[in-house]
């Protein structure tokens, strides 16, 4: 219910915003403070698409967001892990730009 009430006021798109436009600070800085305030972000989103595949549709449509700021753990795997539980459709449809994605990040 919850996440639905988040979808529909679009709770998501200040966060996802945020991290696209700075999470490159988190990479940067030592600061204790800034890097938990981008893993709860990660954490807000992770709860957000979790057994919601709806919400979980929603979020994928940034997974380049994500993947291409994987060198600092900020919750950026377990929030990849709950977008695609579960979810056959987008398994199906991204799967291959996903790895193609991670393989180039190797």
């Known amino acids: 219910m919850r996440q639905e009430m988040y979808r529909h006021l679009e709770v998501y798109v200040p966060v996802i915003s945020l991290l696209k436009d700075n999470i490159h600070i ?29 919400n979980q549709n929603l979020i994928a449509q940034y997974m380049v967001v994500f993947l291409n700021h994987m060198h600092t753990n900020l919750g950026q795997t377990k929030l990849i892990v709950e977008i695609f539980r579960d979810n056959e459709t987008l398994c199906k449809e991204k799967i291959r730009d996903v790895i193609d994605d991670i393989v180039r990040l190797i």
């Not at 893993?39 to 709806?54: D, I, R, Y």
């Open 26 to 54: 988190a990479e940067t800085t030592n600061d204790p403070k800034v890097i938990e305030f981008f893993k709860l972000c990660f954490g807000f989103l992770t709860a957000f698409v979790k057994n919601n595949e709806a």
